[in-house]
């Protein structure tokens, strides 16, 4: 795995980590919603810009795609 694959599974992580925090989620719910949703991969896909942004926003931005 290239550092780059490594640094976005991070970040995925790090997201899901946060959506879960901020919903009381648990982890497998979390994880299916941002399946459902295609969310680890719009994540993945934008990486290289979302991961220069701050949690607060990144949880609106993940909120708002779900409401896609």
Request: charge should be negative; charged fraction near 30%.
């Amino acid at each position: 795995m290239s550092q780059r694959d490594t640094d976005i599974l991070f970040f995925v992580a790090f997201c899901l980590e946060g959506y879960k925090n901020k919903h009381s989620l648990t982890g497998n719910n979390a994880s299916e919603l941002f399946d459902r949703y295609q969310i680890k991969e719009y994540l993945a896909d934008n990486y290289d810009l979302l991961h220069t942004q701050g949690m607060p926003w990144l949880l609106e931005e993940i909120e708002e795609r779900m409401k896609k």
